[in-house]
């Protein structure tokens, strides 16, 4: 069984609505889609969602690294030799990790169907599905307030709200969505780094009534100390996100006390195989762990929720990225009810992609 043919392509997806977080406006997603066949005509499918604040990547970077490197790397090899073909990749310079992440993807989608099984299960197979909360961007307080009670309606009962360019403002929208969605619905703030040490500890003294259950990367990521202080004195969990792009951050950011909780998500880590290797050095150290997304198309949420499933330490998903995209080519890849989500069980990633 051998890789015979590579497919790469770039597919824009409007957002139903724009939505604003503290360093951009967001209007629609660009992913980039890859087809690996094999010689026994199975095909694996993969889907990169490059961010250049983020992962330093754009899609003609993530394309050119699929079609230079990754085509003439993995064409004519064994797709069951993952470890071998990853590592392989991972030495090429500048890292494009959500292209190595579709690469990641594809070949996991192939193993999975090649044993006939659902990934989730192969991997470990510890929960059948996974709550996830649903994130509003920023808003004025009453627009903010009437998305929160539409997801509330939708029988969404986790809520993450963005924040990070006015503490006051911020303060405010999350005391009143508190007011609105009442006690039982848990409540998440992201501040993607918009925050000095003085407004982290201002923000979560101002909000302690609302009961938030954690504040996500409330400092600069080219600040680690930062985020260890506002760690060590905030009475509320402080997840890492941009602060945790490779295996290496989690180590320092686990040696170091630098948080009580990581955010991997797949486009930031480079895949499924970076993802376990983190889990794994979150778990020894205790960190929570929760799976996140950038605006992915259904089918690279359905990799992460693979992921998500497999291991007991990932007690959190944020994997809402797809709700909002319109001309979704891997719509129907997750299921969700009432705001959990469900694989499909069939076998690998679940989803073929009509191209």
Known sequence: MKITKLDVWPVSMPLVEPYEMAHQTVHAAANVFLRVEVSNGISGYGCAAPDEHVTGETVKSAIRFLENVVNPSIKGADPLRLAMLLERLKRHKPFQPSALAATDMALYDILGKVSNMPLWKLLGGFRDRIKTS????????????????????????????????????????????????????????????????????????????????????????????????????????????????????????????????????????????????????????????????????????????QFALARPNVIYADLDGHLALCNDPSEGAVIIRNGTLFPNNKPGLGFELAI
């Not at 963005?162 to 969605?181: F, H, P, S, T, Y």
């Not at 009961?211 to 600040?223: A, H, K, M, V």
């Not at 983190?278 to 150290?285: G, T």
């Open 134 to 305: 649903v994130t509003i961007g920023i808003f004025p307080v009453k627009e903010t307030v009437e998305h929160a009670l539409d997801y509330v309606a939708q029988r969404f009962t986790s809520l993450k709200l963005k924040g990070g360019r006015n503490v006051d403002a911020d303060i405010e929208r999350v005391l009143k969505v508190r007011e609105a969605v009442g006690k039982r619905v848990e409540l998440r703030f992201d501040a993607n780094q918009g925050f000095t040490m003085e407004e982290s500890l201002k923000f979560v003294e101002e909000t302690r009534k609302a009961d938030l259950e954690l504040i996500e990367q409330p400092t600069p990521r080219g600040q680690p100390d930062l985020l260890g202080r506002v760690t060590s004195v905030v009475h509320i969990p402080v997840m890492a996100d941009e602060s945790l792009i490779t295996l290496r951050d989690a180590f320092r950011i686990a040696r170091r006390g630098l948080a009580d909780m990581v955010n991997v998500k797949l486009m930031k880590v480079g895949g499924i195989t970076e993802a376990l290797q983190i889990n794994a050095v979150a778990r020894s150290a205790r960190l929570g762990v929760m799976v996140g997304c950038m605006d992915e198309a259904a089918l690279a949420i359905a990799a992460a929720l």
